[in-house]
């Protein structure tokens, strides 16, 4: 038997295409192992959001050419973003490259595999469909813990943030059918999972695009009622979701929340930008005033409900004005948790074509690190309001600092470290928070 190698880089999407592409490898007769050196073909699944995600995947690919050179069998593809952004030319520039295969294409892996196996061919596969949504394979979870797992829930995004390149790279929205998401869900519950995490690129959108799929059987429901459907599977089982486009994310789906305690009280809300002019100029389609009602919506209907967000700095023409009034918006709501950014142009995208990257590197990494630097501040201090709080706490495993000591999520997932005693991963346990660093609660475990 033949054995591959996945390496995933990039967004849970990417971890969540790996599994399925695990599935059809393994449906097709190939072994997967867990150490390159063991591999007959190592396949790199990429990410291209930013220059340095890519740079960071052709480092490796170079790297592994020492590899390759003591296994003169050994073939390497490049899947995913970055497979579909530059096609051949990955290839032409990466020789030791042998296949690129684009998000859409996975199910030729088996024949691609095939054709290249022995030969010194070179192969790329980035046709994107309009359908496409795996929705029959059932993903071996390669990184799982056995408690928690991604469901992708749709493909592809159509919102053209002029930033971003996904729209590029992952084609047209399309939802899956909601019949195989809830299986899917129900499935993992009885295998003793505890938590799923329901992904698209805007989940909020899920359902309103309807899927020409001559396989689509099921109904077309909207992201709320899908919601309802998947945390009516058992109280025992979490509901999350990522990722909410704050121009889509309705009261609808805050009521469901409100509705359901297993849905998480966690939503990540990227505003990019605490400038007007900004969101306008990234095509984002809100203003800064519509994000705040949405934040306060969510506070009305969850008081309890943390909110993390993307934000990039830096942007075309972004001035120190634009600069304070992001730092200002982070002041006002105070992010439990936030991604942030620099800005990197990115070729073909609105902005590629008719913005310029007019700030300096050194401007845009001074002001990034303010953000970080205030963003750091309110972590701690939101952190210091939970010391003396009682949390549900799903248990996911053995921290990594301590063998004594377990580690799990509250529903605001928010990483909780306490003592081991008796509580085993994968139940739920009541913990207090007893201290706290600016990522971590500390607690114990209440009686
Ligand atoms: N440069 C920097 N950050 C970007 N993102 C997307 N495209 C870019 C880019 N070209 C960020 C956005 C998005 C997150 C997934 O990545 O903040 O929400
Ligand atoms: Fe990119 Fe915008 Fe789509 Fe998110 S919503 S993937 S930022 S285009």
Redesign the pocket.
């Known amino acids: 038997m033949e054995n591959v190698y996945i390496e995933t880089y990039g967004c849970q999407m990417n971890f969540a295409d790996s599994d399925v592409i695990a599935a059809i490898l393994k449906t097709a007769g190939y072994g997967l192992c867990s150490a390159a050196e063991e591999a007959d073909f190592i396949l790199i699944n990429t990410c291209a959001i930013r220059e340095n995600a890519e740079q960071r995947v052709r480092h490796r690919v170079r790297e592994l050419r020492a590899l390759q050179s003591r296994r003169l069998h050994l073939r390497i593809g490049v899947l995913g973003c970055m497979a579909e952004r530059l096609q051949n030319r990955l290839m032409a520039e990466e020789d030791n490259v042998s296949f690129v295969c684009g998000p859409d294409a996975y199910r030729r892996l088996p024949e691609i595999m095939k054709q290249i196996a022995g030969s010194r061919q070179q192969v790329a596969e980035v046709e994107l469909s309009e359908t496409e949504t795996y929705a029959d394979i059932e993903p071996v979870r390669l990184s799982g813990n056995g408690v928690s797992a991604f469901i992708s829930i749709m493909r592809g ?1 159509q ?3 002029a930033y ?1 390149v ?2 590029y790279t992952r084609g047209r929205e399309r939802s899956r059918d909601p019949e195989t998401i809830v299986r899917e869900a129900r499935n993992l519950f009885n295998q003793g999972y505890r938590e799923v995490t329901l992904l698209g ?2 989940v909020n959108s899920y359902g309103l695009t309807p899927n020409p799929s001559p396989e689509w059987r099921g109904e077309h429901i909207a992201f709320p009622e899908l919601m309802d459907r998947v945390a009516s599977i058992d109280p025992q089982l979490r509901v999350r979701f990522a ?1 909410s ?1 704050p121009k889509d994310l309705n009261d609808s789906l805050l009521e469901v929340m409100a509705s359901h305690e297993n849905i998480c009280r966690c939503i990540h809300l ?1 505003v990019q930008s605490g400038s007007n002019r900004m969101p306008k100029l990234m095509n984002r389609k809100y203003t800064v005033e519509w994000y705040l009602d949405r934040v306060d919506a969510i506070r009305r209907y969850l008081p309890d409900c943390s909110i993390t967000t993307d934000v990039i700095a830096g942007f075309s023409t972004e001035t120190e004005e634009d600069h304070q009034a992001t730092l200002d918006l982070f002041r006002r709501v105070r992010y439990d948790y936030a991604y942030m950014f620099m800005y990197s142009l990115r070729e073909g995208t609105y902005a590629w074509k008719h913005l310029a990257d007019d700030i300096p590197e050194e401007v845009k990494k001074r002001r990034l690190n303010e953000i970080i630097a205030l963003q750091g501040e309110i972590a701690l201090e939101n952190n210091r309001k939970e010391v003396g709080r009682e949390y549900e706490v799903l248990v996911e495993g053995v921290s990594h600092r301590s063998k004594e000591q377990l580690f799990g999520r509250n529903s605001q997932n928010k990483v909780i470290v306490f003592d081991h005693r008796d509580a085993e991963v994968g139940t739920y346990r009541r913990v207090k928070v007893t201290s706290c660093t600016q990522a971590t609660l500390l607690g114990e475990l209440v009686q």
């Open positions: 995004c919102n053209y943030c971003c996904v729209p690129q805007n990722t486009h990227p």
